[in-house]
């Protein structure tokens, strides 16, 4: 094993790691602490994250995290592009539910611009918003089952999440990275043969969600490689900033859904889930009882879904449709407008936040009046809940590092923006 | 009495001397002050019985690209209580590129501040671990800046040694 050099390690890091108070106390210590350097490359860190771990035995003293190694500077690319332009690098944010991230998005614009749309869109929006919820959290219960070493059930929940995919690709021809949804509406209605299949899928999904969930409950070495471990007060969590499952497990009703409803959710009949105990169980329990929560959201979803336009009709600011573009002379002349200039929101700056899987997820746009922002900044629910990290792990063993970065959920696309 | 009339009434009875700039936009309400008054502000809007604006949502930056009063300040908060949330902005020179920061008052704001400072170039005043978030200990630069061309500066990131 080759040790650690100066040129791994930056001197500041090592200097906040060794500065990092730490009250942690051990009867019978080692001689001499060490740094154990986690990640970037590690499979149980959900990505490109690095944990520096300062250790006594076994034993977390310190834990400095260090982000950055997927950072592709979008805050900068929305800066030099128009508001449609942005659309399909919101699906690299959270790209395990990457129809949220669509969402949150186009809702924020339409808020600065100032656009109405038309309720069947709004409710297809709320129909994948939920539907990416479900997927992200599924993939959320395997990863974090494999990484304390259950393997079968991170098949089983994925096997459910293709499920959601191929509803994807009848709805927006594509698996992953969806750019469904458009400003002033989604891209295409939804088709009868997509909405059978959601109505197919949400029917038989509570049974094969708790066929997953009795493989887990029952299993002893699950329950006790996640049960106190990692807890967080309701007042730290609050203090932490955590959102999302995050913050509903340690006993905090706060869903941004409930909170500032948008799209249709005032109508909908959901329970907020949340759990009082604050460790990594309680945080993996709020995620499965959500994704049942958000199948019964999806089950009212299709009973009153209207029927209608799914794209708003506002010219000035709204793509036409491309059969129209090239038949009619006027679509035409918006068509070019948009793509060269684009929708130029008023002067004026909003914040925009929706409930993602890993929590609040928001937009802060700022308008000169142009076609591109001016500033526009990802409030990303990852980048906040990691910093949770050195408070959570200290004090535990190594081996617990990777189950509380499991019931995080962190995903580092969306936490290095 | 509505909670943004609330907020208003209090902040101008407990703060006499500062000068307040209310803007509503869109239905959010936007308060605009000096600087200096960041942390006082900002911890009686936390600790206040009534309002309890106890989760700091975000902190960024925005460049405006000019001369005077170069960069402004925006934290937006968020009362658990209340359901309400309140933006805050406080405009910084970048003769004196720096502000108090409010990490003591949220925890959530340490890592907020170390992003802006990596982007922006602003320090924050008594921060506890001010570092670069996102980019290299080493870099000279701070890409949000206007200045900052789009395509990077060629050289800037070292290549790893082969």
Redesign the interface.
């Given at each position: 094993m080759q040790k650690l050099t100066k040129d791994d390690v930056?001197p500041?890091?090592v200097e906040?790691l060794l500065?990092a108070d730490t009250n942690i106390t051990i009867e019978d210590a080692l001689e001499n602490e060490m740094i154990l350097n986690m990640g970037p490359q590690h499979p149980a860190t959900h990505g490109v994250l690095r944990l520096l771990l300062r250790l006594d035995g076994e034993t977390i003293m310190a834990c400095v995290p260090e982000?950055?190694y997927l950072?592709r500077?979008y805050?900068?690319?929305a800066e030099?592009m128009s508001y449609y332009e942005f659309v399909p690098h919101t699906d690299r944010l959270d790209y395990l539910a990457p129809l949220a991230n669509n969402v949150a998005y186009v809702l924020a614009v339409e808020?600065?611009a100032?656009i109405e749309v038309p309720p069947r869109a709004q409710y297809i929006r709320m129909m994948v918003a939920e539907l990416a919820r479900i997927a992200s959290h599924l993939v959320a219960m395997g990863a974090l089952a494999m990484d304390v070493g259950a393997l079968t059930i991170f098949l089983w929940t994925l096997r459910e999440r293709e499920k959601i995919l191929d509803i994807w690709d009848i709805l927006c021809g594509a698996r992953f990275t969806n750019s469904y949804t458009r400003i002033g509406g989604v891209a295409n209605d939804a088709q009868p043969e997509a909405l059978a299949k959601v109505k197919w899928f949400i029917d038989q999904f509570d049974e094969k969600l708790e066929e997953c969930e009795r493989l887990l409950n029952t299993n002893r070495i699950f329950i006790e490689r996640l049960e106190g471990i990692g807890v967080v007060s309701s007042e730290d969590a609050?203090?932490?900033?955590l959102?999302g499952p995050n913050l509903r497990g340690s006993g905090?009703e706060?869903d941004l859904r409930r909170?500032?409803p948008y799209l249709f959710y005032n109508e909908m009949d959901f329970k907020v889930i949340t759990h009082k105990e604050g460790d990594s169980l309680a945080r993996y329990f709020v995620r499965v009882d959500e994704a049942y929560e958000s199948a019964k959201i999806v089950r009212q979803i299709l009973d009153k879904m209207p029927q209608g336009e799914t794209m708003a009709n506002q010219p000035k600011k709204v793509l036409p449709k491309k059969a129209e573009v090239y038949s009619k002379m006027e679509e035409l002349i918006h068509d070019f407008m948009i793509i060269n200039f684009g929708i130029n929101p008023p002067v004026?700056?909003?914040?925009s936040?929706v409930e993602n899987p890993k929590g609040?997820l928001?937009f802060?746009l700022?308008s000169k009046g142009e076609g591109h922002p001016?500033?526009c900044?990802i409030?990303s629910p990852s980048?906040?809940n990691l910093?949770a990290i050195p408070h959570l792990v200290k004090g535990h063993m190594i081996s617990d590092v990777v189950a509380i970065v499991g019931s995080l959920d962190p995903v580092m696309g969306e936490a290095?923006? | 009495m509505e909670l943004k009339d609330l907020v208003i009434q209090k902040l101008n009875d407990k703060f006499k001397d500062v000068n307040f700039e209310f803007v509503e936009?869109?239905n959010?309400l936007?308060i605009i002050f000096d600087k200096k008054n960041i942390v006082d502000v900002c911890k009686f809007l936390k600790d206040d019985g009534d309002l309890q604006f106890?989760?700091?949502?975000?902190v960024?930056a925005?460049?405006w690209a000019k001369p005077k009063n170069r960069f402004t300040i925006?934290y937006?908060i968020f009362s658990?209580k209340n359901?309400f949330?309140l933006?805050l902005k406080s405009n910084v020179d970048e003769s004196d590129c720096s502000i108090d920061t409010v990490s003591s008052i949220?925890?959530?704001a340490?890592?907020?501040e170390r992003?802006v400072y990596d982007?922006y170039g602003i320090k924050f005043n008594n921060h506890p671990?001010l570092?670069?978030?996102?980019?290299?200990?080493?870099f000279e630069y701070h890409?949000?800046r206007k200045d900052?061309p789009?395509m990077g500066i060629p050289g800037s990131l070292p290549l790893p040694k082969k």
């Open positions: 930056h500041k890091i906040a500065r982000l950055g950072h500077g805050e900068k690319m030099n808020k600065l100032g609050i203090d932490l900033g959102t905090v706060f909170a500032t004026g700056e909003i914040y936040a609040e928001g802060y700022v001016w500033k900044k409030r980048f906040v910093q290095d923006k | 936009y869109r959010e936007t106890n989760l700091c949502e975000d960024t925005i460049d925006v937006h658990l359901n949330r933006s949220w925890k959530t340490d890592w907020e992003e982007m671990d570092r670069r978030m996102y980019m290299p200990e080493d890409p949000l900052f789009l």
